[in-house]
């Protein structure tokens, strides 16, 4: 079995941590906008190119380019992916996350996460992904993950804790507990996690609508230790999904509202 990180609360003093980056109780909103065409949202992701926005949920993964990076005024739908009409595709009962070459993006369903893969040049992109049955892993009751940049640690988020996991590179149906060093990260209402500054913080996103901030001792990874830094009260009702790059996060609800913070 997994060993639980070391959790530590502390209180704020407006000293920065180690990366330089605001904490998240400084974030505001920015705007908020409806995902057209997505009536229950489970996951939300942004691309690292700030364009490629993904919106989970119906089953199925949409598809919105935003005309300028991490800037939202209308959210239209430009591409929809079913798992279920590739060969052993399921439903998308989860979010999405990709690693960090862009080629390679995971979904959670009920009892697996999947990997699909896309072309060069179409980068955090669903439209020219291939035509293949999907590697997969077997797992029941992830609500998101989140891929490091090194494509070998995961965290898979359920309802009530985060599992760090190893894996081979580009490969998740080898994926593995990392026996010795795997960490879990216990916490209520858990809907999604995403890294920030670099890898030293994680966010937690909670369906009370409450972002967590912990730093992380071992960029990327539990081990070594989890301790809570700052906490963001958006007000948000049943938040669902959480995604972050650089000091942009997005959020959404089970109602297909999107929410940009900064």
Same mark, same amino acid.
């Given at each position: 079995?997994?060993?639980? /990180?070391?959790?530590?609360?502390?209180?704020?003093?407006?000293?920065?941590?180690?990366?330089?980056?605001?904490?998240?109780?400084?974030?505001?909103?920015?705007?908020?906008? =409806?995902?057209?065409?997505?009536?229950?949202?489970?996951?939300?992701?942004?691309?690292? !190119?700030?364009?490629? +926005?993904?919106?989970?949920?119906?089953? @199925?993964?949409?598809?919105?380019?935003?005309?300028?990076?991490?800037?939202?005024?209308? *959210?239209?739908?430009?591409?929809?992916?079913?798992?279920?009409? !590739?060969?052993? &595709?399921? =439903?998308?009962?989860?979010?999405?996350?990709?690693?960090?070459?862009?080629?390679?993006?995971?979904?959670?369903?009920?009892?697996?996460?999947?990997?699909?893969?896309? *072309?060069?040049?179409? @980068?955090?992109?669903?439209?020219?992904? +291939?035509?293949?049955?999907?590697?997969? *892993?077997?797992?029941?009751?992830?609500?998101? +993950?989140?891929?490091?940049?090194?494509?070998?640690?995961?965290?898979?988020?359920?309802?009530?804790?985060?599992?760090?996991?190893?894996?081979?590179? %580009?490969?998740?149906?080898?994926?593995?507990?990392?026996?010795?060093?795997?960490?879990? *990260?216990?916490?209520?209402?858990?809907?999604?996690? /995403?890294?920030?500054?670099?890898?030293?913080?994680?966010?937690?996103?909670?369906?009370?609508?409450?972002?967590?901030?912990?730093?992380?001792?071992?960029?990327? /990874?539990?081990?070594?230790?989890?301790?809570?830094?700052?906490?963001?009260?958006?007000?948000?009702?049943?938040?669902?999904?959480?995604?972050?790059? &650089?000091?942009?996060? %997005? +959020?959404?609800?089970?109602?297909?509202?999107?929410?940009?913070?900064?």
């Amino acid at each position: 079995m997994p060993r639980i /990180a070391s959790i530590t609360t502390q209180a704020f003093t407006g000293i920065a941590i180690a990366g330089g980056l605001k904490q998240i109780e400084d974030f505001a909103q920015v705007s908020s906008v =409806a995902a057209t065409g997505v009536s229950a949202s489970t996951g939300v992701h942004i691309g690292a !190119n700030g364009t490629n +926005l993904q919106v989970t949920g119906d089953g @199925e993964i949409d598809q919105f380019t935003l005309p300028n990076p991490f800037s939202m005024t209308s *959210l239209t739908t430009d591409d929809t992916f079913d798992p279920t009409a !590739n060969t052993g &595709g399921a =439903a998308t009962t989860g979010g999405i996350n990709w690693d960090a070459s862009g080629r390679n993006f995971y979904h959670c369903t009920a009892n697996q996460i999947e990997q699909y893969s896309v *072309l060069t040049g179409d @980068e955090y992109s669903i439209t020219n992904r +291939l035509a293949i049955a999907p590697n997969s *892993l077997t797992v029941s009751g992830a609500v998101n +993950l989140q891929m490091s940049p090194d494509d070998v640690t995961v965290l898979i988020a359920f309802a009530s804790q985060i599992v760090e996991y190893q894996i081979d590179p %580009f490969y998740v149906r080898n994926i593995q507990f990392a026996s010795a060093t795997s960490d879990t *990260l216990s916490v209520a209402n858990c809907v999604g996690c /995403a890294y920030y500054d670099d890898g030293r913080s994680l966010l937690v996103a909670q369906s009370t609508g409450t972002v967590r901030q912990y730093e992380l001792t071992t960029p990327y /990874a539990l081990s070594g230790g989890a301790t809570e830094v700052s906490t963001l009260s958006t007000g948000i009702t049943n938040l669902s999904g959480i995604s972050a790059q &650089g000091t942009n996060l %997005f +959020l959404v609800n089970n109602a297909a509202q999107v929410y940009h913070w900064r």
